[in-house]
């Protein structure tokens, strides 16, 4: 099916998207300095007439199987996108989110093209339009082909904010239940899990501007107070204050930060404070 053919007005195809622009800017750049990628980038961004027809194609490709074509997934890509004003917009602050904060990514085209973290994170966010509106097996199944492709667990059910950085992505796996806020930034190997074999509500509620370390298990339906750090490593049962710091097995609090938002600052350096 034409791209043409499917987008509709609510998606800006004028050229006009500042974060499109940037994004073609940056892939024409790398073309000209790699030209063995220039096909390859070609095909993946240079010919869409929006980043969200861009962005489609792309997770299209990588989530592909035997039983889902990648043009199949690029239709259902494109419904999602074209009905969701808060997907287009959490895609754009996500965007936004690891160019801020990941040292690596160097330009915005970066994420887009090679951080599987950020794959994952827009893959949920079509598993997630799909759970709430009945398609529960669709949902399912891109679930587990989002966690073979980018080895990043996240299920449809869970609620997870704009800026969001999954840095690395590798091994992080988001329960049903889990909400996780605004401008959070979670590193590689962190779980938010349950305890157990208790149904309902039995996941993580994380607030705005957390960071949560590398390999950091935040297990059951506790609060992260927003603002808060959790240290790499540590395995947090318990609620979490705002604006703490919190380490160790079982973690406890040992400081502060001294941000309001360590997400963005993304400093893994942890505040001990003795008289805590």
Known sequence: MDERMVLVSRIDTSGKDPVW?????DVLEMAKSEPMLAA???????????????????????LASPYLSTTSLRDIIYEVLDAATDIRQALRCDMEAVVERDP???????????????HALQSYRVTHWLWIRGRQQLALHLQNRISEAFNVDIHPAAVIGSGILIDHGTGVVIGETAVVGDNVSIL??????????????????????VMIGAGAKILGNIRIGVGSKIAAGSVVLSEVPPHSTVAGIPARVVGKPIVAEPARQMDQYVEFDYCI
């Open 40 to 62: 390859y980038l070609h095909d993946m961004v240079l010919r869409h007439i929006s980043l969200e027809g861009a962005l489609a194609y792309f997770l299209a490709n990588k």
């Open 104 to 118: 690596a990514a160097r330009t915005i085209a970066q994420p887009f093209l090679n951080f599987k973290g950020f």
């Open 21 to 25: 622009k940037r994004l073609r800017l």
């Open 188 to 209: 590689h190997e962190v779980t938010l899990g349950g305890t157990g074999k208790e149904a309902g509500d039995r996941h993580p509620k994380v607030g705005n501007g």
